[in-house]
Structures are given as structure tokens and as C-alpha cells.
């Protein structure tokens, strides 16, 4: 089996990917692989990392004003089509899978002009441009959420789920908070802003370290690199009274961590969600508002229908809300319970199978 695979821009356009591909190689050692993204894009420091031979084109964003740059843009695209099917006649794939990001439109639409068995993963419950876009090309679009079915053509969409979500689930329990100075047997809140932080929760969280101090659970930040100074000095000016909280820049086994906390409070990132899903979390979502057609807020809200979690906005993120919002959750057994099994009921654990399944199909 030969794949070929794009998408990139951000983590929950290439981590998939990432999922996908490794899944392949396991039921088919044999197999192999090339990631088509860009070199400025973050696939270019993630993928080669995974020992996934990887080939760029250039090609970049419409502004949505209108500007010079636009132009350029039509070029790219013009001329990355054509990159695209070099690359593609060259590598001779089975099949080509898009998983977001402008790259993929290039890619994607390139292998349709040749005759190639396409699929485009759409992670959101709203469809990125680029998916839209390919939507009438594609011979199947996999989705993670039922509300954004009503953005494609109907025959082609299969609820899929997220490939990240079974690579998380089979994780079990460990006493890896042992790492971070936590106790594994006292109930967690794990709190992050994505993996370069949120400055809106940075903020809140430097308001509210101190509040944490006698409650009956423990906290573990992640605060992203750009924050981590800032919170550390105030962490430390605490002292030894503040032993329940920890603080670190940045969480490098994120899977594990999570498979071993009670409550998560973060963005509503679409493979941020899968995951939490996938080991039935309870969640606090903070949606982004600096995202595309504010996409996280309908994420999160997907979960907050089922009652799998709760959203605090932006907008209105403070001290009082957050730790309002969390001791809801933690203190009350119950309600830790039901959210429990909502957000376990929303989770696709299979997702993978799911997605290699219509692989197989369009390939056979």
C-alpha cells in the first residue's frame, strides 16, 4: 500500500495524520508513505521527527480583504497544483488523504485530476475553506462531528471520529503525575491553553494560584513557554502553602498525563476534544475566539449539549468563573459522574479502524 498524505498549518491538521499513518504501518509493515505540507508550516518540524519521508510545495492563504497579495496567491495555488502532481506521478500512492490546511487543497485536488482515490478528514464542526472547497472532488469526507455533515454533500460523508482518539484510549492508568511532583491518587485538574498557552488563561490562572491553596484536589498547569517566567515567579512567591499546584511549561507526554487527571480546563481544540472524549473526561472549555468562523465555540458546544462539559467564554473568563466552574465539577461527585459518562459516550474510540476502513474500500 502506497499513501500519500497532506494537511498542516496546525497540530490538529498534522497529529491525525500522524495517527493515521502509524496505525498503516502497523497493520501493513510493508507500506509505504510520503507527507506532502510546507516548509514554514509546523508539519515541517513535526513530521520528519516521525520518520515520515516528507515533501513540500509552497502555497499560502487568501486574505480575506482584498490585497495585492491575493495575486500571489492565485499563482501559488496554480503553480503548487502542478508541484502537486509531480510529486504524486512520482510516488505513485493508492490513494491520498487530505487532512486540512491549504497545502491539502492543492494536493488533494491535484490527485483527483489524476485519477487517484481521495479522502478529506474534516476534525471541526464547522468545514475549514480548504475541505469546502474539495468537498465536490473528493470521492469521501470522514467527519468527527455530526453538525458539520450538513456542509458537504451527503452521499460522501462518514462519521469517522478522530484518528487521535483511539491512539489515546487504549492508554491506562499510571503514576506518571509522580513526574510533576503530584500525588497519582489525589484527584487532578489538569489546565492547559494549547501548546504554546493562552494569554487569557495565563492571566486568570496568575489571578487565581492562590485560591487553589486547601482545596481538596491538585492542579497541574501547563502554561506554553512565552508564559512560563511569569507564572513560575508568582508560583514560587507562594511557597511551600501552595504544594497541591504545579507549574510547568509545557507537557511532552500529554496522552499519559491525561489518562491520569479527573477534569481538563482548555481550549476547544477538535483533537484536543477527541482525546478528552475518548478517556470519557469531564472538561471546562475556554473556546478561542481567534479562530476561523469560531469554530471552537461549536465544538465545545457540541459537548456541552450532552452535558460532557462546561463552557466558559472568553469573553467572560475570570478568577470567580474559573474556579467556580471547576469546583462544580470537583466537588461534587455526582456531577464528575455524569459529566464522566457523557463526554465517554461522545468519544469515537474506534476512530482509526473507522477511517482505515474506508481506505480499504476506495483502494480495493
Known amino acids: 500500500m502506497r499513501v500519500l498524505v497532506s494537511g498542516g498549518g496546525t497540530g490538529g491538521h498534522i497529529y491525525p495524520a500522524v495517527s493515521l499513518v502509524k496505525y498503516i504501518k502497523k497493520k501493513h509493515p510493508d507500506a509505504e508513505f510520503i507527507y506532502v505540507g510546507t516548509k514554514k508550516g509546523l508539519e515541517s518540524k513535526i513530521i520528519p521527527d516521525q520518520n515520515i519521508p516528507f515533501e513540500t510545495i509552497e502555497i499560502q492563504g487568501f486574505k480575506r480583504s482584498l490585497s495585492p497579495s491575493n495575486f500571489k496567491t492565485v499563482y501559488l495555488f496554480l503553480k503548487s497544483i502542478s508541484d502537486a502532481k509531480k510529486i504524486i506521478k512520482n510516488f505513485q500512492p493508492d490513494i491520498v488523504i487530505g487532512t486540512g490546511g491549504y497545502v491539502c487543497g492543492s494536493v488533494v485536488y491535484a490527485a483527483h485530476k489524476l485519477n487517484i482515490p481521495t479522502v478529506i478528514h474534516e476534525q471541526n464542526s464547522v468545514a475549514g475553506v480548504t475541505n469546502k472547497f474539495l468537498a465536490r472532488y473528493v470521492d469521501k469526507i470522514g467527519i468527527c462531528f455530526s453538525d458539520v455533515a450538513s456542509d458537504f454533500p451527503k ?38 491553553g494549547g501548546s504554546r498557552g493562552a494569554l487569557a488563561i495565563n492571566n486568570v490562572l496568575l489571578d487565581s494560584l492562590s485560591s487553589f491553596k ?148 476506495l483502494t480495493s
Open 155 to 192: 452521499e460522501k460523508v462518514v462519521m469517522v471520529g478522530n484518528p487521535r482518539a483511539q491512539e489515546v484510549a487504549g492508554i491506562q492508568k499510571s503514576p506518571v503525575l509522580n513526574e510533576y511532583g503530584l500525588d497519582p491518587d489525589t484527584p487532578t485538574v489538569l489546565i492547559f
Open 214 to 361: 486547601d482545596k481538596p484536589y491538585q492542579v497541574l498547569y501547563a502554561s506554553g513557554e512565552i508564559y512560563f517566567d511569569e507564572v513560575k515567579k508568582k508560583w514560587q512567591s507562594l511557597g511551600e502553602e501552595l504544594d497541591n499546584v504545579k507549574v510547568v511549561p509545557y507537557i511532552k507526554n500529554m496522552e499519559h498525563v491525561l489518562a491520569n487527571v479527573d477534569v481538563v480546563v482548555g481550549r476547544a481544540g477538535a483533537t484536543s476534544l477527541a482525546e478528552i472524549t475518548s478517556l470519557g473526561l469531564p472538561s471546562i472549555l475556554i473556546p478561542s475566539p481567534n479562530v476561523t468562523n469560531d469554530h471552537q465555540t461549536k465544538n465545545a458546544q457540541s459537548l456541552v449539549n450532552k452535558n460532557a462539559a462546561i463552557m466558559v467564554k472568553n469573553a467572560e473568563l475570570t478568577k470567580e468563573t474559573l474556579l467556580s466552574s471547576i469546583d462544580q465539577v470537583m466537588l461534587n461527585p455526582n456531577v464528575k459522574e455524569q459529566m464522566k459518562e457523557a463526554s465517554k459516550n461522545e468519544g469515537i474510540q474506534d476512530a482509526t479502524d473507522r477511517l482505515y476502513r474506508l481506505i480499504v474500500e
